[in-house]
């Protein structure tokens, strides 16, 4: 009797092939009975620390030998493609993180979205579909989630049910357990891709314009103070990923985050990450504590990745004093709403100067806004740029340079729109042209427009 549905054997595919072919079956209890039994078998009968000298690929064919050997030995009825997926499901199980590995090997996945042992939901090309994919039990999904979390350290259990991580190719990983979660731990997986997105893929997919990126480009040689604003999911890393591809390689960078994401390629980089409390509350050092730290490191750059809190008063002093060219993300749904959340991050950082004078600081720091968007259609957009020009009375000016006006909506669902420049020249010209950035005229053209 088979341990899998009665249905025929699907044909084994080029996808199954690359991608594992366990998640196109649909698994039995019993077939993850067997799974399980031959698991615990194989970690009896390996040497881990033989296995630890083993190249990846040397080591899968090994995995893949002694299971097909354990199979055997079980006398378990399984047809030859049950037995393929079954050896796939066991070397990803010990090599990576089980049935996530096909996922996680589907560059057209952007997120995965874990929502128990039995709901696996994964986004491709901005639209959120279930997938194919299901874990034994809360215990399995625990494994994995625990595997994933103390590779960089960190821990995860009812004394500390939230965490912030990272896959080691940089993608965010955020876990949350019972008892805050009400039905069993939940996993949030928001993919990088393996080589960084260049400024021509951004134009490739309209996300912006040729003319805008090389006015962006420009702004980060001529080291002015960007601050890129948008709400979750929106592409804020990967933008300001692009954006650093532009700091000349002589520069030394220093990047501050909470797990870290960023890809930079220069060759003269820092990287810097918080550390949460342990088990007695005690140890952490958040990002705020990092922002002092990196001003004694003789940066010519700071990066944050994302600005939360404290950090914010620390990071615009830094911008203040000479550490110009330095960049940060903010949560806002507006340029104006990033200028209100900068200021409230100013008050949680026990800043107890008045609101004016906290303005002025804000916009003596940040010279450019840059507000990039998530359209209904799934696609991510640079929607508005926008240059901070001083203050008026107790309001912080700005002026946009570029903006996308949506136009309406396809039958199909794509969002229809156009890039515009508003005809603004930028006061920051001549701080371009002092560093050697010269804009063709056209490049503020208002009267041109690209879809």
């Known amino acids: 009797m088979s341990l899998r549905d009665p249905d025929p054997a699907p044909t084994l595919t080029q996808e199954d092939a690359l991608f594992g072919s366990s998640s196109r079956l649909p698994a039995t209890p019993a077939y993850y009975e067997l799974k399980s039994k031959l698991h615990s078998q194989l970690l009896g009968r390996i040497d881990l620390e033989v296995l630890g000298n083993m190249t990846p690929e040397h080591l899968r064919e090994e995995l893949g030998t002694l299971v097909a050997r354990l199979l055997q030995e079980s006398g378990a009825a399984l047809n030859a493609t049950e037995q393929r997926a079954m050896i796939q499901d066991i070397q990803d199980e010990v090599m990576g993180l089980g049935p996530l590995e096909p996922l996680l090997a589907d560059p057209t996945v952007s997120d995965i979205l874990v929502n128990g042992p039995n709901k696996v939901y994964v986004e491709r090309r901005g639209r959120i579909e279930l997938a194919n994919v299901v874990f034994t039990d809360d215990a399995h999904l625990m494994k994995i989630i625990d595997k994933i979390v103390s590779r960089i350290g960190r821990r995860i259990d009812e004394s500390s049910p939230m965490v912030d991580a990272r896959l080691p190719d940089g993608s965010r990983v955020n876990a949350i357990i019972p008892p805050l979660s009400l039905d069993g731990p939940l996993l949030s997986i928001r993919r990088f891709a393996a080589v960084p997105l260049r400024a021509n893929d951004l134009i490739k997919n309209k996300s912006l314009t040729p003319e805008l990126a090389q006015l962006l480009a420009g702004m980060v040689r001529a080291k002015m103070n960007i601050l890129i604003s948008g709400g979750t999911g929106t592409g804020k890393t990967t933008l300001l990923n692009v954006l650093s591809s532009a700091i000349p390689e002589r520069e030394r960078i220093v990047t501050i985050e909470d797990a870290a994401e960023l890809q930079l390629q220069q060759p ?153 420049a508003t005809g603004v020249r930028p006061k920051f010209m001549g701080r371009l042209r002092s560093y050697g950035v010269n804009l063709p005229d056209e490049t503020f053209d208002q009267t041109r427009t690209y879809e």
């Open 268 to 420: 003269h980089v820092v990287r810097l990450e918080t550390r949460p409390p342990n088990i007695e509350g005690k140890g952490e050092v958040n990002q705020r504590a990092l922002v002092r730290n990196s001003l004694r490191m003789r940066p010519d750059r700071i990066i944050v990745g994302e600005v939360r809190g404290g950090e914010v008063v620390d990071m615009l002093q830094a911008m203040n004093t000479g550490h110009e060219g330095s960049m940060a993300t903010v949560h806002a749904n507006s340029p104006r709403d990033a200028l209100t959340r900068l200021e409230n991050m100013a008050g949680m950082g026990g800043l107890n100067i008045p609101p004016k004078a906290m303005r002025q600081q804000i916009s003596s720091a940040i010279m450019a806004i840059i507000q990039i968007s998530r359209l209904t259609d799934g696609r991510r957009k640079l929607v508005s740029l926008q240059e901070i020009i001083g203050m008026e009375g107790e309001v912080i000016t700005m002026q946009e340079i570029y903006g996308f006006t949506q136009t309406g909506i396809a039958d199909d669902g794509t969002v229809q729109g156009h890039f515009h």
